[in-house]
């Protein structure tokens, strides 16, 4: 590790944390003995996506792990499919309590000289990822969640790291995974079963079952996974967006039909200065390029049983740039955003009952531009609004975040603690983020926090 602030980290134990009580619960009728997968989880990437979260801890002498494991067990009583492994079929999860693996890790650093070191370099966070195996061949016996707690030396502070397996969950059901411990953990051991405000596992699969057989044991890569590992390099850098500049983004922007929400003008900047990018490191030719963009559709049809379901129920919304044909001014750029996105949201609201070729043909449009290697791709990812600097385990909140493995090109947004401003995680090849961090707009625009 190049920072001399994080030496090695050293696993000290794994263990496998089953539900609480240690009942015959995957025989009970509201415990069913597997979880069927979805038409939406069958879009996913077969991968472990990792979360991770710092705490500094001011006093050591509690039971830091206890606490945690004990929670953790209580939690998984009514999140039973967490505690699961893959059926042979690939179209199932063996809901039979084989448990979350639980690492615990140290290193003998302090947590105030790696924080220091990781305000400037977040990539040094991925130290603290679990390590995953992703050979399809050892789906069955994979666990599908996997948390490693690493805590720092002298009790300064610890990094609580949950990966889950995206063909299973979905950022939505990830947050309120890693939020609902969170409030097992704090209020203790003997908290009652309606505090832990959990989800429904009975609707998407049933309602939304996959088309294809084994289709979820295929997708264990993107078209572009060899692209960017075989010849580029990825580096990340977090940035805040304040109100200042957000006012000021609205000005750049003009008089439009709607009132840009802030998310909607962050995204149009960063999406921008990257197409401005490709077009400057390709000699001022301007690619064609693709802005994925994750939304979750728990809010966007019209059925309340959908609004806590477990599972992925979100779909990758692609919006195309395309030369000659659009603009280059901020406001172009954020009303093609704004347009597809929609136009996609009034689809699916009012054709609820043709959801899968709706889905469907957004996918295998995002596929065809993947593939294409004169496409630059990249994604944004909101996580604004999602209570993630509220999990606080019993010893405080989260003094910083990291999300994601680097894989591609990625923009994650999420709020400050005052939830006014927007912290942005770019993660960039990184001859991109070397143009990326020189760019005048961006650094007219931009604070490092």
Same mark, same amino acid.
């Given at each position: 590790?190049?920072?001399? *602030? ?8 794994? %263990? ?17 003995? !597997? ?14 996506? #990792?979360?991770?979260?710092?705490? #500094? ?26 505690? @699961? ?14 448990? +979350? ?25 991925? %130290? ?11 789906? *069955?016996?994979?666990?599908?969640? +996997? ?6 030396? /002298? @009790? ?25 411990? &969170?409030?097992?953990?704090?209020? @203790? ?8 405000? /959990? ?8 309602? =939304? #079952? ?20 075989? +010849? ?9 967006? %304040? ?9 750049? $922007?003009?008089? $439009? ?31 064609? /390029? ?8 728990? &809010? ?8 806590? *379901?477990?599972? %992925? ?7 195309? =740039?395309? #030369? ?15 347009? $597809?996105?929609?136009?996609?949201? $009034? ?12 889905? *469907? ?19 944004? &990812? ?32 999420? !709020? ?34």
């Amino acid at each position: 590790m190049e920072s001399n *602030s994080l030496t090695t980290i050293k696993i000290l134990s794994k %263990n496998l944390i089953k539900s609480f009580p240690t009942s015959n619960h995957v025989n009970d009728v509201d415990h069913p003995k !597997d979880h069927k997968l979805s038409f939406f989880d069958q879009f996913a990437l077969q991968m472990h996506v #990792p979360c991770v979260l710092f705490y #500094p801890i001011k006093y050591s002498s509690f039971p830091i792990h206890e606490q945690l494991e004990q929670s953790l067990s209580k939690l998984l009583t009514h999140v039973y499919p967490a505690s @699961g492994r893959f059926a042979s079929d690939g179209q199932s999860i063996n809901c039979h309590d084989e448990g +979350v693996l639980y690492i615990k890790a140290k290193v003998d650093s302090q947590f105030g000289d790696f924080l220091n070191d990781a305000q400037k370099d977040i990539d040094l966070a991925l %130290n603290f990822c679990p390590k995953i195996d992703r050979s399809v061949s050892n789906l *069955s016996i994979t666990p599908l969640v +996997v948390v490693q707690v690493t805590e720092f030396a /002298c @009790g300064t502070g610890l990094a609580l790291s949950l990966s889950a397996e995206h063909a299973v969950v979905d950022g939505f059901t990830t947050l309120k995974f890693i939020y609902e411990w &969170s409030k097992a953990s704090k209020m @203790g051991i003997n908290i009652h079963s309606d505090k832990i405000n /959990c989800f429904t596992f009975d609707d998407l699969g049933t309602i =939304f #079952p996959p088309t294809s057989d084994n289709h979820l044991l295929k997708r264990v890569k993107s078209p572009r996974d060899d692209h960017y590992h075989d +010849v580029a390099e990825m580096a990340a850098r977090r940035f805040v967006i %304040n109100q200042s500049v957000i006012s000021k983004l609205r000005e750049n $922007v003009g008089v $439009v039909y709607f009132r840009p929400s802030r998310v909607e003008l962050v995204i149009a900047f960063l999406w921008r200065a990257l197409i401005n990018i490709s077009q400057r490191k390709n000699n001022g030719c301007l690619r064609p /390029c693709l802005l994925s963009v994750p939304v979750n559709l728990r &809010s966007k049809l019209d059925f309340p049983r959908y609004e806590n *379901s477990f599972g %992925n129920f979100a779909i990758d919304v692609p919006v195309k =740039f395309i #030369p000659g044909e659009i603009g280059m001014e901020l406001k172009d750029i954020l009303l093609l955003i704004k347009d $597809v996105i929609q136009k996609t949201n $009034v689809s699916f609201a009012k054709s609820s009952d043709d959801i899968y070729s709706l889905a *469907s043909k957004l996918h295998e449009e995002i596929q065809e531009w993947e593939e294409n290697k004169q496409v630059d791709v990249c994604m944004a &990812s909101s996580l604004c609004r999602f209570p993630i600097n509220e999990t606080d385990f019993g010893w405080g909140k989260p003094c910083l975040l990291s999300f994601g493995l680097r894989r591609s090109d990625m923009f994650w947004l999420y !709020d400050t603690p005052c939830g006014t401003e927007i912290v942005v995680q770019a993660d960039l090849k990184t001859d991109y983020m070397d143009m990326f961090g020189c760019d005048k707009d961006v650094l007219s625009f931009i604070c490092d926090e």
